[in-house]
């Protein structure tokens, strides 16, 4: 079902399109497939709700977004158990990503009442100046299928606490995941129009129509480099603002003060995450010499014990990859890495035998003696596989951490204050973890520098993504 102006509809034409299980091939429902006048009359919703929704007080915009998270949690076991098996991730980490996207109302709830001006002296005795921030207007966004609930929130969240009105345009892979995501969210309350969602199966007419209609003011994305910079792109031609969070390259740096077999531990955690799905997964895991062998040691056992499977499966912390394709793309850079001379110390293929035949599942896989001839030390590979790459004293290891045009996660391990300041100040990452795989928050600021994206996400900045600032001159001759 469709979200237009507060009715829950099918699409004009009543057309759907099927969505199916990663794991296991299976049917689990079908999802409207928008027309481009459904399209339409989701924007010309959220367009007449803005006005009106903008002058709602942020009191009001903060309890809708605080009852909108009640109702995420109460359905954290029911949505849980569709994005197990939608999107493919073990139970436990479908759970903890409803957490994590009602953190995003929550915080955003609290952040409304924080939307303040300034007042600015004036070179004029007979002038006064004040600053007051308003919401942009009309949001169009656009989410992914890898975290397919927090994603969603992470935008919508700080949106509607700005003052803003929302069409949001899922990824085709996990529409069954938004929809109960909306249901939730919408049964807190808000006024119609305010949050209009459009499921479809094909997404670039959607992407033309956000990009040029002119009843839109602003276009958050989240997915590909690829696609956001066609959309950037296209925007740019319009004037419409744009926040983009894409893809990344994430270095993973051990330095030789470091322990390496909680290094690898770590490694392993954050690695296999998401079946190495997310965009901050570490892509080249850089060693060094001097503890090299007890790296991959313990990285290998820790891959060789993780279970691989359906999400709803006992025991399981490896789920499958999204489609086919993404088992292709993984199994040609890890055969690549092999041809120029690295070893797959575990996995290194496909998993296609009796429980993993109907699903699109790789097994957990560590490559060492990676180099920089390899594709996989370019491009992201958005799947399980922990490529390690010897360094030595004589490297200059940010040199080789920051040879990406991307610019998202970076990991270090050290004990050593200097080592810790000298890599968060040279470093070209927009999030850094330091002893640490999991810099990310409700609270903090997410997002890339190069072609990583533009703007930041979560935080005190990522409802500034959702404002115009006003300068007003008064006179008071
Ligand atoms: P991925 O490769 O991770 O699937 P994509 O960038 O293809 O990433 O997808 C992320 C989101 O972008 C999804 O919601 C998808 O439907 C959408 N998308 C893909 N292509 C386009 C396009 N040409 N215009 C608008 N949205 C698009």
Not at 275 to 301: D, K, M, W
Not at 462 to 472: A, Q, R, S, W
Request: charged share 20%; proline share 5%; net charge negative.
């Amino acid at each position: 079902m469709l979200l237009i102006n507060g009715v829950w509809t099918n699409a004009e034409n009543n057309r759907s399109f099927e969505s199916t299980s990663p794991s296991t091939g299976e049917s689990l429902g079908f999802a409207a497939d928008a027309s481009a006048g459904d399209l339409d009359r989701a924007i010309s919703a959220a367009r007449s709700a803005a006005d009106s929704w903008a002058q709602v007080t942020p009191y009001r915009r903060a309890g809708l977004l605080n009852a909108a998270a009640e109702n995420v949690l109460a359905a954290k076991d029911e949505i849980g158990r569709l994005m197990s098996k939608e999107q493919g991730k073990p139970l436990r980490a479908a759970i903890n990503e409803i957490g994590y996207a009602a953190d995003f109302l929550t915080w955003y709830s609290e952040e409304a009442k924080r939307i303040e001006g300034t007042t600015i002296p004036s070179a004029r005795a007979d002038q006064r100046f004040v600053t007051v921030q308003a919401p942009v207007g009309v949001v169009a966004a656009i989410t992914p299928w890898n975290y397919p609930v927090s994603m969603i929130t992470r935008k919508l969240a700080p949106a509607v606490a700005a003052g803003c009105t929302l069409v949001l345009k899922p990824a085709e892979a996990t529409p069954l995941c938004a929809v109960a995501m909306f249901e939730a969210i919408q049964s807190a309350g808000f006024p119609d129009g305010v949050i209009n969602l459009i499921t479809v199966s094909d997404p670039v007419s959607v992407g033309k129509a956000f990009t040029t209609d002119p009843r839109i003011d602003k276009i958050t994305f989240t997915g590909s480099t690829a696609v956001g910079r066609l959309l950037a792109g296209e925007a740019a031609k319009n004037l419409k603002r744009i926040s983009m969070e894409l893809g990344g390259h994430a270095p993973f740096i051990v330095f030789p003060d470091a322990d390496p077999v909680h290094a690898a531990k770590g490694a392993s955690l954050v690695k296999f995450l998401n079946a190495g799905q997310a965009c901050i997964s570490p892509n080249r895991i850089f060693v060094h010499r001097s503890i090299y062998q007890p790296f991959i040691e313990t990285l290998s056992a820790r891959t060789s014990a993780l279970r691989v499977g359906d999400g709803l499966a006992d025991g399981v912390s490896v789920g499958p990859l999204v489609n086919p394709a993404a088992v292709g793309k993984v199994q040609s850079q890890v055969d690549d890495a092999i041809s120029k001379g690295a070893t797959a110390v575990i996995g290194g293929h496909a998993l296609q035998e009796e429980e993993y035949a109907a699903g699109h599942f790789f097994a957990p896989t560590v490559l060492s003696d990676v180099t920089a001839d390899m594709v996989i030390y370019r491009e992201e590979t958005f799947g399980p596989v922990a490529a390690v790459i010897q360094f030595d004293d004589d490297d200059d290891i940010y040199a080789l951490a920051n040879d990406t045009h991307y610019g998202l996660a970076a990991y270090v391990y050290t004990r050593s204050i200097s080592k810790m300041y000298e890599a968060m100040e040279r470093l070209r990452f927009g999030i850094i973890g330091i002893n640490d795989i999991n810099p990310t928050s409700a609270a903090a600021p997410f997002g890339g520098m190069n072609n990583s994206g533009l703007g930041r996400e979560g935080g005190r900045e990522g409802i500034v993504e959702y404002l115009e600032t006003k300068t007003v001159g008064i006179s008071v001759a």
